[in-house]
């Protein structure tokens, strides 16, 4: 029996978008047909402490060819938890259940299964740090505009 090749099998892109009020994780499938993330299709985020994110698709799905784009929304909590915990391992479940892990195949953005999950909760810091610096400039934007409305009063 012949193995796959590894181009059969389909991956996932994970993409970040934050402002001051929402978090979203934009996932992208490279095969529509095997994971296809259509609305009320399951992202799971399985991390080292066996806790986990679960989270349906609540829009519909981008298509471009074969590649596939949908967004999850995260809670702030659920935000620092992904930059708190190792994470594991990812499934997406539609009509099948696939698992996805960090590859060990040679790569341009990291060399080897545990360096793809420390770049990820890396990359998960960063955002959650950015996600509070616009914390804080939104508050301070509120502060100004009380004190403004006060003096106009």
Same mark, same amino acid.
């Given at each position: 029996?012949?193995? +796959?090749?590894?181009?059969?099998?389909?991956?996932?892109?994970?993409?970040?978008?934050?402002?001051?009020?929402?978090?979203? /994780? $934009?996932?992208?499938?490279?095969?529509?047909?095997?994971?296809?993330?259509?609305?009320?299709? @399951?992202?799971? $985020?399985?991390?080292?402490?066996?806790?986990?994110?679960?989270?349906?698709?609540? *829009?519909?799905? @981008?298509?471009?060819?074969? !590649?596939?784009?949908?967004? *999850? !929304?995260?809670? %702030? +909590?659920?935000?620092?938890? /992904?930059?708190?915990?190792? $994470?594991?391992?990812? !499934?997406?479940?539609?009509? $099948?259940? *696939?698992?996805?892990?960090?590859? %060990? /195949?040679?790569?341009?953005?990291?060399?080897?299964? +545990? %360096?793809?999950?420390? +770049?990820?909760?890396?990359?998960?810091?960063?955002? @959650?740090? !950015?996600?509070?610096?616009?914390?804080?400039?939104?508050?301070?934007? %509120?502060?100004?505009?009380?004190? @403004?409305?006060?003096? /106009?009063?």
């Amino acid at each position: 029996m012949e193995a +796959l090749s590894i181009n059969l099998l389909p991956t996932i892109a994970i993409a970040f978008k934050v402002d001051a009020k929402s978090n979203f /994780l $934009i996932i992208t499938s490279s095969h529509k047909d095997i994971s296809p993330l259509k609305k009320g299709d @399951t992202f799971t $985020i399985y991390f080292h402490d066996n806790s986990f994110i679960e989270k349906q698709f609540i *829009i519909g799905r @981008t298509l471009c060819g074969k !590649v596939v784009t949908n967004i *999850i !929304v995260l809670s %702030d +909590l659920e935000l620092i938890q /992904l930059s708190q915990v190792l $994470i594991n391992n990812i !499934v997406t479940e539609s009509a $099948i259940k *696939i698992p996805y892990e960090f590859t %060990d /195949l040679s790569n341009s953005q990291y060399s080897n299964t +545990l %360096d793809g999950k420390r +770049l990820f909760k890396i990359i998960s810091e960063r955002i @959650t740090g !950015v996600k509070e610096l616009l914390l804080k400039k939104n508050s301070e934007n %509120d502060q100004d505009f009380s004190i @403004t409305n006060k003096l /106009l009063s």
